[in-house]
């Protein structure tokens, strides 16, 4: 049905059609508005075909390669180069497989959103071109076996990710928290070129699956994972790196806050995979597993207590961004802390870890969501202070209704998504360390008060002097809410189907660190 | 000790850049930190690609034994791209910040605090 030479070219497709798209909009758009918006759309849901083929790709028949400029595109040694893969390898196993799903859902969700919400904008010939390049680097980012290509990739998702929140620069408070994002994540991603150069120098490889193959946990090794580890921490937005966040999030348009969301989840991604890819069972992995789950915990308590005072529905929402991403870290923490332990690992490691790769794929979904709906709500009020909101409800059902999915998943309420992870990782996490379950429960209840909070002082009450005429929001934005809001619910009635056919195969990716090499380097 | 030079001004430029924008007050300061910071990455990948005796892999009837392989030059040259790219943004968002907020002191800029 589909021709083989797209089969076999699908992961490069995957990067080549958003980035073209990217860079074809502004002249597309010289022909009309609507000629753009068409367009951007198109290459948009292309790339999310291709997503979901490579994905299924990869969960039927295994770790897909692709080998750029290669005469045969899953040679990745060839006979004349010594043993070593000297091109750039696109390595896609279940976790990237995973994580170009979640990339491509939630990226055509918003695409569809922003169409309306921010058409009244100015300069929207170079707002597509970034927002592609982002979703084009995003996926790179995810997809690549290379190092230098991670960092590269790394550094595009910077530079759009920057200049999108600034994109509103006739406030002078967007600009600055672009630039705040801009400075965290190029120091970042500085150090990560540093320890790209560390492993360099002592491997002579920049492949991942060839340096997991010689990596020795020398003085330097360990150097090199503490800079990336910093430089990754930091992007992904957890304490004590987070105080970019809610300045990033609170002024970007609020398609590009879910699209960060998924952003920093790229990062996230990144820290797993040279943790337990590229160093495995070589790194000391009872204590970096317990600086990320000391990173996660300070995330999840930090994050919401400095959520519960805040007035703005954005920054509030940003700091829970925080607290949810502490989660993930905690879960894999836990995970990588008895990753070389295999009765450990079975009876609960791997749990922990599935419940935290859950909560990435679901975490992307709600705080999309949530973010989204606050970007309704702004483009009705036309002010993002909660203070000056209050009985929208009787104006915005829809919006409503979505907001309380958003906010009962992320509180971990059943029958949503949040839940199904959560109890995953209370459950496991209870087994390693009880009061480590504890704490996660205690910021899961304060989650629910914050949110509470919220709703109440948006929605219910007499409608406040001057939201009288305010309605509902536009229907493509309300189309984009429902397909998030659709695999909220979907994936919090059915997590055992979303676990089983997504989440495991994503963990076992994750700690197979000999899978991995073989894919890559042939029978070894 | 001499061929350990570039390591130590390697060492020597990412302690000025760290602390230049660490320390500094004004944004155009704390890019010229940046700047530096992205020097001492650049350099330090080169003089990991140094290979005494070798060469360039640019002469057809060179031994192949002898040549070195390009990697480290072409990762340098990315990263100055990229450099150059992030340091026209930063600059271009100091321009903004000083229309709206007549000053380029990080103190000063500080309406996001809270």
């Known amino acids: 049905m589909i021709p083989g030479y797209i089969t076999t070219n699908a992961p490069a497709l995957l990067i080549a059609v958003p980035l073209l798209g990217a860079f074809l909009s502004p002249l597309i758009g010289k022909i009309s508005r609507d000629a753009r918006a068409l367009w951007v759309l198109a290459v948009m849901t292309l790339t999310a075909l291709i997503g979901y083929f490579v994905a299924f790709l990869v969960y039927t028949e295994g770790t897909l390669l692709y080998v750029f400029g290669a005469t045969n595109a899953t040679l990745a040694v060839p006979p004349d180069s010594g043993g070593i893969p000297i091109r750039i390898i696109f390595t896609l196993d279940a976790m990237s497989a995973l994580m170009v799903t979640i990339a491509v859902t939630v990226g055509f969700a918003v695409i569809l959103y922003s169409l309306t919400s921010d058409a009244r904008r100015s300069g929207l010939e170079a707002y597509y071109t970034i927002f592609l390049l982002m979703i084009g680097a995003i996926l790179g980012m995810v997809s690549t076996g290379d190092l230098f290509n991670f960092f590269v990739f790394l550094e595009i998702s910077s530079l759009a990710s920057a200049g999108l929140v600034a994109y509103k620069v006739e406030k002078g408070r967007a600009v600055e928290a672009g630039l705040k994002y801009l400075l965290v994540s190029t120091i970042g991603g500085i150090f990560f070129l540093f320890a790209i150069g560390i492993l360099y120098g002592q491997y002579n490889a920049l492949n991942m699956a060839m340096l997991a193959d010689m990596i020795q946990w020398t003085p330097l090794d360990k150097l090199a994972l503490v800079l990336v580890v910093a430089a990754l921490a930091a992007k992904c937005g957890a304490v004590p790196m987070h105080f970019w966040t809610p300045d990033a999030y609170s002024m970007a348009p609020s398609a590009v806050t879910a699209m960060l969301v998924v952003a920093s989840q790229a990062s996230l991604y990144g820290l797993f995979r040279i943790c337990f890819t590229l160093y495995g069972i070589t790194l000391n992995y009872v204590t970096i597993g317990w600086v990320i789950i000391i990173l996660g915990i300070l995330s999840m308590i930090i994050g919401v207590t400095m959520a519960i005072p805040q007035k703005d529905i954005k920054r509030l929402m940003a700091y829970h961004a925080v607290s949810q991403t502490g989660y993930m870290l905690l879960g894999v923490g836990v995970g990588l802390a008895v990753l070389g332990d295999q009765a450990l690992l079975n009876s609960y490691g791997m749990t922990a870890m599935e419940g935290g790769i859950f909560h990435i794929f679901n975490h992307a979904m709600y705080k999309g969501l949530l973010f989204l709906t ?85 929605f219910m009450g007499p409608p406040l002097p001057g939201n009288e005429q305010v309605r509902e929001a536009p229907r493509t934005m309300l189309i984009g809410m429902t397909i998030l809001a659709a695999i909220v619910i979907i994936s919090g009635i059915f997590p055992e189907f979303f676990v089983q056919n997504l989440i495991t195969p994503a963990a076992h990716a994750l700690t197979d660190q000999a899978g991995y090499i073989s894919a890559v380097l042939g029978g070894a | 000790m001499f061929w350990n030079l570039p390591y130590i001004a390697v060492v020597l430029l990412s302690v000025i ?98």
Request: net charge positive.
């Open chain 1, 374 to 458: 606050a970007g309704a709500i702004i483009y009705q009020v036309g002010t993002s202070d909660l203070n000056r909101m209050g009985g929208l409800g009787h104006r915005m059902k829809w919006t409503m209704i979505f907001f309380i999915i958003g906010a009962l998943a992320i509180a971990g309420i059943p029958p949503f998504n949040g839940f199904a992870s959560k109890f995953l990782i209370y459950e496991s996490v209870f087994a390693f360390s009880p009061l480590l379950s504890i704490i996660a429960m205690v910021v899961s209840i304060l989650t629910l008060a914050s949110f509470v909070k919220v709703f109440h002082s948006v």
């Open chain 2, 17 to 114: 850049g760290l602390a230049t924008i660490l320390l500094k007050r004004n944004l155009i300061k704390i890019f010229l930190g940046v700047s530096i910071l992205t020097s001492a990455v650049n350099l330090f990948i080169i003089a990991l690609g140094y290979r005494e005796g070798g060469i360039a892999p640019i002469y057809t009837y060179a031994v192949s034994e002898n040549m070195v392989m390009a990697t480290p030059q072409a990762l340098t040259l990315t990263s100055i791209v990229i450099g150059v790219a992030t340091i026209a943004l930063m600059l271009s968002f100091a321009v903004i910040i000083y229309k709206t907020y007549g000053t380029v002191n990080v103190d000063e800029i500080k309406e996001l605090k809270e």
